[in-house]
């Protein structure tokens, strides 16, 4: 099978030993520090993301390293800042720097670089500095650097040799505060569209071979002309249409510039009264406008706070209080991010219920609070765990108090069958293979339903164990809307994300792009989906001690995949008889369905948990196959 290929894929440590043997010289010994024997976060120069400990910065200014820029660089995914400026790297610039896509800064200057101006850089749409100067480039400026609208502090292609025109698409970069093509060999006319860099503050444009006139568009400089060097001379200056300018020499009939502080004190009384009426007035104002927002703020509240009361029936605080025995510990079953979940007993009904009663007292808790409900309330599927109702009040301390009423599930969590170490007494061990197909075909229908069949997207962005709660019946139930995303859709498109909690799910399960700020995505829920899914196949949780110095349960399945899967394959996860076969690192004695079901689940886990975006299935692809997967083990049983 062609899966390794497909999942092979370059990584930080890989691509950083190749940027040093690109090295010729290291006078300063920098890059000692690169090598096998120590993570490569603690590389000198090296800085990595909290959350997955992959390279986002790569700072080796002034270090006169003297060698050529590997194009393994490229392998940097998750780079967000590359200086090297100040040494001696010579050759072209290697155009895999347009494979960073999160770079935000690119520092290049004072080298020895040479060729063209790779165009691919155009595709890091996140750049806001460039600084290229100081080099020996040459040829013409790529037009797909004026496609970078990010740029908002500096483009810097000084002391060069770059040729041609300065293009008319230079009028693009609207957010730009300095643009420097100085000491090059352009020419042609300087373009009219560079007025509409309307946020442009420095233009260098001198040592170059412009001809023409300077255009109109620039006719809104302001502030005071300086009367010393060139601008003293009345024929080397023209001021025309700038009417914003002031002072400078007198042969350019200026207005002189306002001096502070010497004003007439009637004047001044009567603008310091000016001034002290429209602060009174502005204050209330503002007061006015805070009051409103506050009424507002409040009844908004009052209607998020029970989304789903008018449609269910109500619960008192003093029953939730009654049902679990005053929350007592014999009763608590689980904890969140933002509360804990008690079992409980509604006299009214007569039915057993989880309670998950919020701590407000979190950041965020609140806010977790109004998105479950909204995400619930309209929200039906049979795998879904289905909301009861909500509870807003005060308690008897008077504290204000919120919680919201599940249907408990009988057989806990799925967190608890995989891991017996936290398993309590009331449930068996063990989760054969069917079992857990099942689970995950229950789990992949939710995401299905969510993704693909909800008039409103829904993003669940906290996919794990410990939220898929089984029933009776063995049937899995997602749980835990807390930090769900629901995104409005106007023609096909997800455009909006209606909530704002900063949380973006759990570590190990959260997707790496998610760790460098990137929006949650369909993409995301499937990544989490994919460790879920190798989580149950290994039986080892994605932060499992044995994963160090750059490991992870993906790659640790990759090592095994397809040859060897039973020498990590959870003991459990196939029947008794099957056993030694696991033991002695043997799969001959597998049934031969058994073995095409795990490889192809192992297949999806490993595609869904793929580090880029691009290369991870859809839930669409991932639900007809496990289709064909269960009428194939299906099949086998039978024989």
Not at 94 to 104: A, I, K, R, T, V
Not at 157 to 178: F, Q, T
Not at 216 to 224: I, M, N, P, T
Request: hydrophobic share 35%; proline share 4%; with cysteine.
């Amino acid at each position: 099978m062609a899966v390794t290929a497909i999942l092979g894929n370059q990584t930080d440590n890989f691509a950083l030993l190749k940027f040093k043997e690109s090295i010729s010289n290291d006078p300063y010994k920098t890059l000692e520090s690169w090598n096998t024997s120590i993570r490569v976060c603690k590389w000198k120069g090296v800085e990595c993301s909290t959350m997955h400990e992959r390279v986002t910065e790569l700072n080796l200014e002034g270090y006169q390293l003297h060698g050529t820029l590997s194009p393994y660089v490229g392998n940097l995914t998750f780079l967000i800042n590359l200086n090297l400026r100040n040494n001696s790297f010579f050759r072209e610039i290697p155009p895999e720097l347009g494979q960073l896509l999160q770079l935000q800064q690119l520092r290049l200057d004072q080298n020895l670089f040479s060729g063209n101006t790779p165009p691919s850089i155009g595709n890091s749409q996140k750049l806001q500095y460039l600084d290229l100067s100081q080099n020996m480039l040459s040829g013409s400026i790529p037009l797909e650097i004026f496609n970078l609208f990010s740029l908002s502090s500096s483009l810097n292609l000084s002391h060069n040799s770059l040729s041609g025109s300065l293009p008319s698409e230079v009028g693009m970069l609207k957010n730009i505060d300095m643009l420097d093509v100085s000491e090059n060999n352009l020419s042609g006319d300087i373009p009219r569209a560079i007025g509409e860099c309307v946020s442009l503050e420095y233009l260098l444009l001198q040592g170059n071979s412009f001809n023409g006139t300077i255009p109109s568009s620039l006719a809104s400089l302001k502030g005071e002309v300086p009367t010393h060097g060139v601008f003293g001379n009345v024929t080397q200056v023209d001021v025309f249409e700038n009417n914003k300018l002031c002072g400078g020499i007198s042969q350019l009939h200026l207005p002189p510039c306002p001096i502070k502080g010497r004003k007439h004190s009637k004047h001044h009384k009567f603008r310091l009264i000016a001034v002290i009426v429209s602060v009174i007035s502005f204050l209330l104002i503002l007061s006015f406008i805070i009051t409103i927002y506050l009424m507002r703020k409040r009844n908004k509240k009052r209607s998020f706070d029970s989304p789903t009361i008018d449609q269910l029936a109500t619960v008192s605080y003093q029953d939730l209080h009654r049902g679990t025995d005053g929350f007592s510990t014999r009763n608590l079953i689980g904890s969140g991010s933002f509360g804990s979940v008690y079992r409980g007993n509604l006299l009214l009904e007569d039915n057993v219920v989880a309670v998950k009663v919020m701590n407000l007292q979190k950041k965020g808790a609140h806010k977790s609070f109004i998105v479950e409900c909204n995400a619930l309330k309209n929200i039906r599927h049979r795998n879904l765990v289905k909301i009861l109702t909500c509870c807003s009040s005060i308690d008897y301390k008077g504290q204000e108090f919120k919680a919201l009423v599940f249907d408990y599930m009988k057989n806990g969590s799925l967190e608890q069958w995989l891991h017996p170490d936290i398993l309590n007494s009331e449930h068996p061990t063990t989760l054969n293979l069917g079992q857990r197909l099942n689970i995950i075909i229950d789990v992949a229908s939710v995401l299905h339903y969510l993704h693909e069949e909800c008039e409103q997207l829904v993003l669940h962005c906290d996919l794990k164990p410990s939220n898929v709660l089984l029933d009776e019946d063995m049937v899995a139930h997602v749980s835990d809307f807390g930090i769900a995303r629901l995104i409005s859709a106007i023609g096909g498109t997800s455009h909006k994300n209606t909530s704002t909690i900063g949380i973006k799910g759990t570590v190990g399960y959260a997707p790496p792009e998610y760790g460098v700020g990137s929006e949650v995505s369909r993409c995301g829920d499937m990544y989490s989906f994919g460790i879920l899914v190798l989580e149950m196949l290994t039986g080892r949780r994605p932060t499992d001690e044995l994963f160090e110095d750059g490991q992870n349960l993906h790659n640790f399945v990759v090592n095994s995949f397809p040859d060897d899967l039973i020498k990590i394959l959870d003991p459990h996860l196939v029947p008794r008889d099957a056993e030694v076969a696991i033991q002695d690192g043997n799969s001959e004695n597998l049934i031969p369905s058994v073995t095409e079901c795990l490889v192809s689940l192992f297949r999806i886990g490993l595609i869904c948990s793929m580090e880029s975006l691009k290369e991870r299935m859809n839930i669409v692809d991932v639900t007809r196959e496990l289709s064909i997967i269960r009428k194939t083990f299906l099949a086998g049983e039978t024989n």
